[in-house]
């Protein structure tokens, strides 16, 4: 799979591009299988409170291992795209993956925010280097909190982020001003359909209240180039050497019980810092 020159346009255009069918049928029922069934993703999550005391649930990990998750972002089709898009000529590194879990009813909401909002205090120097990848593993609709973006607000640069509940939030004053300027689009999505999205890309989602799941994974990549001054894990600067497409289905996958999955406490995006309110 490569991404053509329109679809590479229009990502630097409006911040973000959805490719449909990036993962096949098959391929996709075996990421969701995982997902569920692999108890370290369970044992792993963190539950974080939206404003309204809603909770979200993630699972992240840093290094891609041989595990199926592994596989989809350490695949040629994965790195190829990514590189495509992010700026300049460095080879792609994998920052870190998340499993995004908004169970029927109690999925809580994501507040606006941009993922440089929190890669900030990670200190990574170029926002354009950095890009995240959403790909669906349940339907993605209106009712059960797909994702919401505002179309080119990438381009704004970073906005002041603060807390919102126990998630960091872009500044309202700026989030309503985008709104009243630029489109406000809900990324209603099939599984298996892939978006990728810039670092600067103001996006949220809300609770989900519907009967129906809403699984994501979300890995996110970094230029190499791209040095982050205060990042504790070394995955962000690691080349990624691709792999075949055929892993993903083919070969022998690992559990995740060796991941080394983030907690919570060492969250440096969850830490207030003396003087600011972030």
């Known amino acids: 799979m490569k991404l053509n020159e329109e679809q590479i346009a229009q990502y630097h255009k ?7 069918g990036f993962c096949s049928t098959e391929e996709t029922n075996k990421l969701y299988k995982v997902a569920i069934e692999d108890e370290a993703m369970g044992k792993n999550a963190m539950d974080l ?19 199926v998750f592994g ?24 920052f870190h993956s998340k499993l995004m879990q908004k169970e029927p009813k109690v999925g809580g909401a994501w507040e606006w925010h941009q993922d440089y909002g929190y890669w900030y205090k990670n200190q990574f120097m170029f926002p354009d280097q950095l890009i995240s990848v959403m790909v669906a593993l349940t339907e993605a609709n209106k009712q059960n909190g797909c994702l919401q973006v505002i179309k080119g ?4 640069g970073r906005v002041n982020h603060g807390f919102a509940g126990e998630q960091v939030g872009a500044d309202m004053v700026m989030v309503e001003n985008a709104l009243k300027t630029m489109e406000l689009v ?7 359909d892939a978006l990728f999205f810039h670092s ?23 230029s190499q180039s791209n040095i982050a001054y205060s990042e504790t894990s070394t995955a962000w600067r690691e080349a990624i050497v691709p792999i075949p497409d055929e892993a ?4 022998k996958a690992d559990s995740l019980s060796n991941a080394d999955f983030l907690k919570k406490e060492n969250d440096p995006a969850l ?7 972030v």
Request: proline letters at 4%; charged letters at 20%; a positive charge.
């Open 186 to 192: 809900y990324c209603e999505i099939d599984p298996g």
């Open 49 to 67: 409170n939206d404003q309204s005391g809603k909770k979200t649930k993630l699972s992240l990990w840093f290094k891609p291992g041989n595990d």
């Open 153 to 156: 607000s990438h381009k704004l």
């Open 271 to 277: 830490k207030k810092q003396a003087g600011s309110n």
């Open 200 to 222: 600067n890309l103001l996006h949220r989602s809300a609770a989900n209240l519907s009967d129906s799941p809403r699984w994501s994974i979300i890995s996110c990549f970094n």
């Open 248 to 251: 993903i289905l083919n070969w």
């Open 14 to 20: 409006d911040g973000y591009v959805l490719v449909k």
């Open 71 to 94: 596989y989809l972002t350490r695949s040629e089709k994965m790195v190829t795209s990514v590189g495509h898009l992010l700026e300049g000529e460095a080879p792609v590194c994998h």
